[in-house]
């Protein structure tokens, strides 16, 4: 009979969980489809990081996956070619510096915060296209 009341509980602790996270994912969709200063600061910020790093014009875009993850999607546009959006985002080196260039941004934004302060990319220059070097 223990047992019974034990598994019982734990049921209703689980449906307890599960109306909780459904609550967040809610709360963190809201707060991604409304623009707000924090997602304007981050953006903001990669973009300048990564034009004065790769010289190339980035966008980046947040989006809420079916699991109520974050998605960071970063598109490259050509500067001399009408702003016509360009594969370089797809490389495996532009791809590392995109990384580090958004770890920075993070740091960056939330300096004022209680955050973390430090960032350790581990090999990031050793595999990379001599031409980003």
Known sequence: MEQLDQATDTQREIGEERQKLT??????????????????????TFSECVERVLMVEALLSITVNQY???????????RDISKRETSEDQGTSYRKILAACFDLTLL??????????????????????????
């Open 23 to 44: 609550e967040a994912i809610t709360h963190v969709r809201e707060s991604v489809s409304k623009e707000n200063n924090i997602l304007s600061k981050i953006r903001r």
């Open 68 to 78: 109520g993850n974050l998605e960071f999607k970063v598109r490259t546009l050509d």
């Open 108 to 133: 960056v934004v939330y300096s004022p915060e209680k955050f973390y302060r430090f960032v350790y990319h581990d090999g990031i220059f050793e595999g990379l296209d001599n031409r980003r070097k």
